[in-house]
């Protein structure tokens, strides 16, 4: 079958949708900061730890393996299905509506994470933690499946030169909504005796703000016609596979700039996310810090990181997107050796939430709208499917390796170090993309951008 006739539109800018397609970012967030971040691992790692291990698949787990593991696992299985999804998006008119019932899906599922408790009827202890870590992979799977739609919208309303800006615009609100939502639950595990019970209102409450938020971009953010159509004889799955292979096959040759971009993406993104995922647990098995005291911690990382998004947003418009990138790589591996040899008191950890905070959000923030411009404008679903298997807190490779780390040496000190290795070779990686030419190469038009 021949290629896709491909269709070209201008940008059609609207503030109100840029306003709600943020919002979606304030809806997830809740999932990222309560589920993924503070309270999820602690949480099966406890009831895990009273029964002495996880118990899988003919397979024992130690307590603080089981949720990386599940990290793991669940982006595993995005690695093929979500260059696919974004694929059959390109070629249909489906992509909010496609955004939006992921978005429900990972939403309940979150949701029914309030009935993983050791004493659920049919089920004991372990029985417990094991359905918890499958809700997870499901919220987790589902919540990347929508992430890679939500993204595909960035080139659909923001112009080249704006994009730096509105996509730092929605992490910030992100952080701000995740924030907020966290706070909640903080309030909750402070006021109640149940800690147990507070723990599961606060996994729900993440799951009802998710859905509930996400009202605003299903109200708001508008769908436009696909930017190719289908060939005759075709459907969305074949087709779909064919371009997957086809950019497989050709992104070398006709992208080489966005390729190495990608790579290292995904390798410094690997070392974000791992210490995204693993730094409740390591607080709380090295320092002995207690859920009250991280829920503290991520709300002001929360809170600081709105303001790291917005500064580095303005960095990037003074030294472009990728150089406010090689600068929070430096931090993030300043930030790693400072956690391995310097950390032992909970003020300590404090401080280090600080700089995690400015640079969470600005990395990430700009890690997007600076891909959004490598990428050929009919291809963006697909090429954000690539992107989003590194993305908040579902790399693989990260989570694994320090769950390999602790499995073999008990220790979550000596694990964390081996993070280091991302940011140093995704950092390297990165410094000789040529951005000007991976614009041009991919159709953009560099003019307006600070490269």
Do not use: C
């Amino acid at each position: 079958m021949g290629d896709a006739v491909a269709v070209h539109r201008p940008v059609d800018t609207n503030r109100r949708e840029i306003w709600s397609w943020a919002m979606y970012d304030w809806a997830n967030s809740a999932f990222s900061t309560i589920v993924v971040t503070t309270l999820l691992g602690p949480y099966l790692s406890s009831l895990a730890q009273d029964v002495g291990g996880v118990h899988f698949l003919g397979i024992f787990f130690e307590p603080d393996a089981f949720f990386p593991t599940m990290v793991s696992l669940s982006v595993i299985l995005q690695v093929f299905f979500l260059p696919l999804l974004g694929a059959i998006a390109d070629y249909s008119a489906l992509k909010k509506r496609l955004m939006l019932t992921f978005a429900f899906v990972g939403a309940t599922a979150t949701l029914l994470l309030f009935f993983v408790d050791a004493n659920l009827p049919f089920l004991d202890a372990n029985g417990a933690v094991v359905l918890g870590g499958l809700l997870f992979v499901i919220a987790n799977l589902t919540f990347g499946a929508a992430i890679v739609l939500y993204n595909a919208f960035l080139p659909d309303i923001a112009e080249p030169k704006d994009r730096d800006r509105v996509s730092s615009f929605g992490w910030a609100m992100g952080y701000l909504g995740g924030g907020i939502a966290l706070a909640i639950a903080l309030g909750l595990f402070t006021l109640m005796e149940d800690k147990g019970l507070a723990v599961r209102i606060g996994l729900a409450l993440a799951g009802a703000w998710w859905l509930l938020f996400s009202a605003f971009p299903a109200r708001y953010l508008r769908q436009r016609p696909p930017l190719k159509q289908l060939p005759p004889g075709e459907n969305y799955l074949t087709q779909g596979v064919k371009q997957i292979t086809r950019t497989l096959k050709t992104i070398y040759r006709d992208y080489p700039e966005t390729l190495k971009y990608l790579i290292a993406y995904l390798i410094y993104n690997d070392g974000i996310q791992t210490v995204i995922v693993v730094a409740t647990l390591f607080a709380a098995t090295e320092l002995g810090a207690g859920a009250d005291v991280l829920m503290i911690l991520i709300l002001m990382i929360q809170f600081m990181a709105f303001f790291g998004a917005l500064i580095f947003g303005k960095l990037a418009e003074r030294i472009g997107a990728k150089k406010s990138i090689i600068l929070s790589l430096i931090i993030w591996a300043g930030i790693v050796i400072y956690a391995y040899a310097l950390l032992y008191e909970i003020w300590q950890l404090f401080l280090l939430g600080v700089f995690v905070a400015l640079v969470m959000g600005g990395s990430q923030a700009l890690s997007r709208s600076l891909y959004s411009q490598l990428i050929p404008r009919k291809n963006e679903s697909e090429f954000f499917g690539f992107y989003e298997i590194s993305e908040r807190g579902t790399s693989w490779i990260g989570p694994a390796l320090f769950a390999a780390a602790v499995q073999f040496t008990g220790s979550s000190r000596l694990a964390i170090l081996s993070v280091i290795v991302f940011f140093v070779v995704g950092l390297l990686l990165l410094i000789p993309v040529n951005v000007r030419k991976a614009m041009l190469d991919a159709g953009n038009d560099p003019t307006g951008v600070v490269l």
